[in-house]
C-alpha cells in the first residue's frame, strides 16, 4: 500500500523559503504517475500548486504561483520536494503530497499524505 | 483558467436524507477528468469520484456522480454520519488543476 509522508519546517520567516519534502513508500517514484502539491489555507478550500511527472521529465505549476515554486523529484531517495520562496502570511497553510493516477484514462489525486502545517511569521 | 463554482456552499441536512451537489465550470470540460473529493477536518482529502461517475476503491454505492460539458453533480442517496464533511470537485484542463471552493454538508 503506497503511502506519503510530508517533512519540514512548521515555521518559515516573511520573505524566506519554504521547503517541504514527501517520502513515498510501497511504490517507486519513478516508474509511473504523476506527483503533486497541494495546500490548505485556515478557513480556506483546496489549491493545486503543482506536479511533476514520475521522471521529473515534465513539471506543472499553478500560474498564480509559478514565479514563486520549484517542484522536484528524487528517485534515489524515493521522494518529491517542494520549494516555494519569498514566502508571506499568505502561504500559511496545510501543505499535501498527492499522487497522480490515471484509472481507465480517467485521472484523479488517489493518495494524499496526511499533510504539514506550515505557517509564516517572524 | 477553469474556474469551478460549487453550489450550494452549504447543506444542511439530516441523516437519511438526499443530498445534492453542484459542480459548475466556466467553459466546457472533459468529463473523464473531473474528480470529487471529500475533506473532514484534521484529515488529508479523499477522492471519491473520478472521470465525473466512477467510484473510486471502498466508495460505498449511496455516492454518484454524473455531469458533462459544464455541469455536474455529486449525490447522495442517503446520508449516514459519516458523510458530513466538505466535497470538493477537481478538474483537469491545459496541464492546470482547479479545485471548486467546496460544499459543506452539515447535519441539521
Known amino acids: 500500500q503506497v503511502q506519503l509522508q510530508e517533512s519540514g519546517p512548521g515555521l518559515v520567516k516573511p520573505s524566506g523559503t519554504l521547503s517541504l519534502t514527501c517520502a513515498v513508500s510501497?511504490?517507486?517514484?519513478?516508474?509511473?504517475?504523476?506527483w503533486n502539491w497541494v495546500r490548505q489555507s485556515p478557513g480556506k478550500g483546496l489549491e493545486w500548486i503543482g506536479e511533476?511527472?514520475?521522471?521529473?521529465?515534465?513539471?506543472y505549476y499553478n500560474p498564480s504561483l509559478k514565479s514563486r515554486v520549484h517542484i522536484s523529484i528524487d528517485t534515489s531517495k524515493n521522494q518529491l520536494s517542494l520549494n516555494l520562496n519569498s514566502v508571506t502570511a499568505a502561504d500559511t497553510a496545510v501543505y499535501y503530497c498527492?499522487?497522480?493516477?490515471?484509472?481507465?484514462?480517467?485521472?484523479?489525486?488517489?493518495?494524499w499524505g496526511q499533510g504539514t502545517p506550515v505557517t509564516v511569521s517572524s | 483558467e477553469i474556474v469551478l463554482t460549487q453550489s450550494p456552499g452549504t447543506l444542511s441536512l439530516s441523516p437519511g436524507e438526499r443530498a445534492t451537489l453542484s459542480c459548475r465550470a466556466s467553459?466546457?470540460?472533459?468529463?473523464?477528468?473531473l474528480a470529487w473529493y471529500q475533506k473532514k477536518p484534521g484529515q488529508a482529502p479523499r477522492l471519491f469520484i473520478y472521470?465525473?461517475?466512477n467510484r473510486a476503491t471502498g466508495i460505498p454505492d449511496r455516492f454518484s456522480g454524473i455531469g458533462s460539458g459544464t455541469d455536474f453533480t455529486l449525490t447522495i442517496s442517503r446520508l449516514e454520519p459519516e458523510d458530513f464533511a466538505v466535497y470538493y470537485c477537481?478538474?483537469?484542463?491545459?496541464?492546470?488543476?482547479?479545485f471548486g471552493q467546496g460544499t459543506t454538508v452539515e447535519i441539521k
Open positions: 467553459q466546457g470540460i472533459s468529463g473523464s477528468q
Open positions: 477537481q478538474q483537469y484542463n491545459s496541464s492546470v488543476w482547479t
Open positions: 510501497g511504490a517507486s517514484i519513478s516508474r509511473s504517475d504523476w
Open positions: 498527492a499522487r497522480d493516477r490515471a484509472h481507465s484514462g480517467r485521472w484523479a489525486f488517489d493518495n
Open positions: 511533476i511527472e514520475h521522471n521529473g521529465a515534465t513539471i
Open positions: 472521470g465525473a461517475s
